[in-house]
């Protein structure tokens, strides 16, 4: 199976840092990692598709990017709206797999 | 709008069943995969299984290999999940999700097993 170990588990932020989440891929997955944000409560929504496809809504501070086996999910001039868990996902071989999860907390 | 409403839930004894239902609308249901996913308390996301839109093939991981089974009635737009032997650590809360890119989930339903 394919692990994707995501890093930091938890960060704690400030309102207008800019925030990166990584997610390392044990084998090649290609441009198949979605991320997700996932509030207290709620379904996770997906952010970006396709390693660095922005979804529909999604506001613009949120990017995607790929260097090698790393995935990272960029939040630029965070606002407390982002404060929430986020969650990658590989998509490009069964059994899916998702990153352990990275907890957003405020300062 | 596309809505994904999940039914079916609640407690259930170890070694029992429950089936999960989750009636799709807002797209064409028969053009797109579908998958189940789910998120144990406090826990991480588990993807568990997919079925291709005409219900031709289905994929699971191993956790839930031959207990579940995903199934699909697209004339009727819904997508099932019957779980078998079930287990304490199947408890979850469980989302219908529209597959190929996980772009639109349900709000969840939450299956306890438990004596």
């Known amino acids: 199976d394919i692990q994707m170990t995501q890093s930091p588990s938890s960060m704690s932020v400030s309102l207008g840092d800019t925030v990166t989440i990584t997610c390392r891929a044990s084998?090649?997955?290609?441009?198949?990692v979605n991320w997700f944000q996932q509030k207290p409560g709620k379904s996770p929504r997906r952010m970006i598709y396709r390693a660095t496809n922005l979804a529909d809504g999604v506001p613009s501070r949120f990017s995607g990017s790929r260097s090698g086996s790393d995935y990272s999910l960029t939040i630029s001039s965070l606002e407390s709206e982002d404060v929430a868990d986020y969650h990658c996902?590989?998509?490009?071989?069964?059994?899916?797999?998702f990153g352990a999860g990275t907890k957003l907390e405020l300062k | 709008e596309v809505q994904l409403v999940e039914t079916g839930g609640g407690l259930v004894q170890p070694g029992r069943s429950l089936k999960l239902s989750c009636v799709a609308s807002?797209?064409?249901?028969?053009?797109?995969?579908m998958s189940w996913t789910r998120q144990a308390p406090g826990k991480g996301l588990e993807w568990v299984a997919s079925?291709?839109?005409?219900?031709?093939?289905?994929y699971y991981p191993d956790s839930v290999k031959g207990r579940f089974t995903i199934s699909r009635d697209n004339a009727q737009n819904t997508l099932y999940l019957q779980m078998n032997s079930l287990r304490s650590e199947d408890t979850a809360t469980y989302y219908c999700?529209?597959?190929?890119?996980?772009?639109?989930w349900g709000q969840g339903v939450m299956v306890t097993v438990s004596s």
């Open positions: 084998q090649d997955v290609g441009i198949y």
């Open positions: 079925i291709t839109n005409s219900g031709g093939s289905t």
């Open positions: 999700t529209r597959a190929g890119s996980f772009d639109y």
């Open positions: 807002g797209f064409t249901f028969n053009n797109y995969w």
């Open positions: 996902l590989q998509y490009d071989e069964y059994p899916y797999t």
